[in-house]
Each structure stands twice: as C-alpha cells, then as structure tokens.
Nanobody, 125 residues
C-alpha cells in the first residue's frame, strides 16, 4: 500500500508560479513511476506530467510542456511539479498518482493504482 499526500496548491495570479509536492510512504519510492493529473469539475481528468522511477524519462501534456517541470527526490520520497507561467486554464485540482506495476512512464490513468487526495490550484486572470 502507498500513501500519497499533496501540498503546495493555492491561489496565484496569471503568469505566476507554484510548486506542488507529493510525499509518498508505505513502499520503496524508487520503484514507483509517478504522475500528476488534474481535474476540473464536469470534465475528464487529464494527465499533466509523469516521471519514471529513476527520472530518466518524463512526459508532459502539450498544454503544459515548456511551462511545467516534474522532478523527484527518491531519497526524500517526494515528487514535485514546478508550474510556471500559469494561465487561468490551469485552474484545477491536482492529484499525485503512483504506478507500482509498470517500469517507465505511463500516460494511462488506469495504470496508476495509488492516488493522493488532491490540492487545488486556482489561477486568477
């Protein structure tokens, strides 16, 4: 079992930056592929970014590529999402997710079996 806890969300002005953190416990963090998803009420959740176990591979949605950076610290069991040049359309609940069964990066929501409770990011115009 893996427990994930996100932090770092809040209200930010357009053009600003926010860094989300996700702390993991319960299993060797270095064996988990990690991802960030976001959800807006009434819309399908979407993957934002993902990172492989050793940080060798990453994935970014087209909508955030060049603005967001995913990273991880396996010694601290934390994954980060640095969000720069934020836009109002980035407003969403952001969720951290862990995949213990795959090796490498997956874009598929169903591959991630562990989820955090989410943290809200609101970008004002």
């Amino acid at each position: 079992q893996v427990s994930l806890v996100e932090s770092g969300g809040g209200l930010v002005q357009a053009g600003g930056s926010v860094r989300l953190s996700c702390s993991a416990s319960g299993r060797s963090f270095s064996t988990l592929a990690m991802a960030w998803f976001r959800q807006v009420p009434g819309k399908e959740g979407e993957i934002v970014a993902a990172i492989s176990q050793g940080s060798g591979s990453t994935y970014y949605a087209d909508s955030v590529a060049g603005r967001f950076t995913v990273s991880r610290d396996n010694a601290k069991a934390v994954v980060y999402l640095q969000m720069n040049s934020l836009k109002p359309e980035d407003t969403a609940a952001y969720f951290c997710a862990a995949d213990s069964r795959s090796w490498g990066v997956s874009r598929q929501k169903h591959d991630y079996e562990y989820w955090g409770q989410g943290t809200q990011v609101t970008v004002s115009s």
